[in-house]
């Protein structure tokens, strides 16, 4: 348990059974009345975002989530097999809890998996990946110029797109969050 006078960004709650990460907090005192805090709370399951406000001083139950650094294994059926690189314990984690960071997955990539009473709630990929064009058309002589795009298939079968002058085999920089093309790697 902790008070509203403990919230920092990044905390946990468990309320009414369910699991928020505090995204922004503000404590306010306003000249007539009690002071308050002002919260924007995520869902760590769905994703919702809430507005919440609380009394200041109030008692809020905080929830342990462990967050630790795992590698990548290998898929089995519709889990994902991530491994401690400490314990080396292996931990299943449906595909619905990965979600898109599914498409840019390689086998031996560093995660960062976070677990509540044994129960993983999200995976956090690298911010960006390096993965290998596996098909794209080639482009046309004249196709060099600026703001043109075609899609992409990535080795790990995820479709992006990108520029026209890109070519199959090359390796590229993507963006794990929303699978922009960032540029090419030599």
Do not use: C
């Not at 009690?34 to 001083?57: H, M, Y």
């Not at 993965?131 to 080639?138: G, I, K, Q």
């Not at 995820?158 to 085999?169: D, E, K, N, R, Y």
């Amino acid at each position: 348990m902790a008070t509203t006078n403990d919230l920092k960004n990044g905390i946990v709650l468990n309320l009414d059974g369910q699991l928020w990460t505090v995204t922004d907090f503000q404590h306010v005192k306003p000249g007539k009345g009690g002071a308050f805090v002002r919260t924007t709370l995520k869902n760590v399951l769905s994703g919702k975002v809430v507005d919440k406000t609380f009394n200041a001083g109030t008692k809020v139950e905080t929830a342990t989530v462990d967050k630790r650094s795992m590698t990548y294994l290998y898929k089995e059926g519709t889990d994902f097999v991530f491994m401690d690189g400490d314990t080396f314990d292996q931990i299943y984690v449906p595909s619905q809890t990965v979600g898109g960071g599914a498409d840019y997955l390689l086998d031996n990539t560093e995660v960062v998996v976070a677990v509540h009473d044994g129960t993983p709630l999200y995976v956090e990929l690298p911010v960006t990946m390096e993965l290998v064009v596996e098909h794209t058309d080639p482009g046309l002589q004249g196709d060099r110029s600026t703001g043109g795009t075609k899609p992409a298939t990535l080795e790990t079968g995820a479709q992006i797109q990108v520029p026209l002058f890109i070519s199959t085999g090359e390796k590229l920089k993507v963006d794990t969050r929303d699978g922009r093309y960032l540029g090419r790697v030599n």
